[in-house]
């Protein structure tokens, strides 16, 4: 599934631990240490030019939302003043990642409640 969604509501929701970043519990929490990254100023230069290409992916465990790609584009999303990003359910490139653990088990798809 695809949608859209306030970046506000993205910097709110739970993320996977990153071994490198202490203590993150919310996207919020992760973004400094992604900006970090060597290829940040690149995607952010990327983004300015051409706009987020890829849509976040979005996964529920326990009924929560979980941001579980595109940590870097939410960054970007926020230091551009982008406020909408497109998300999806799955990766794009699904076959790809046929053993990752969020597409199984009690990780389900996302599905915003109706406003």
Same mark, same amino acid.
């Given at each position: ?12 929701? @739970?993320?996977?631990? $990153?071994?490198?970043? $202490? ?26 030019? $051409? ?9 529920? @465990? ?6 579980? $790609?595109?940590?870097?584009?939410? &960054? &970007? ?7 909408? @990003? ?30």
């Amino acid at each position: 599934m695809l949608g859209t969604i306030a970046v506000a509501d993205v910097l709110d929701m @739970l993320t996977p631990d $990153d071994d490198e970043t $202490d203590d993150c519990y919310t996207v919020r929490d992760i973004l400094d240490h992604k900006r970090q990254s060597e290829h940040y100023a690149g995607l952010l230069e990327e983004i300015r030019r $051409d706009g987020i290409a890829l849509p976040v992916m979005i996964r529920t @465990l326990r009924g929560e939302p979980w941001l579980v $790609d595109g940590h870097h584009r939410v &960054a &970007a999303a926020v230091d551009l003043g982008i406020t909408t @990003l497109v998300w999806s359910d799955l990766p794009i490139e699904l076959e790809d990642r046929p053993f990752n653990q969020m597409l199984r088990g009690d990780w389900g798809p996302y599905r915003p409640v109706a406003a």
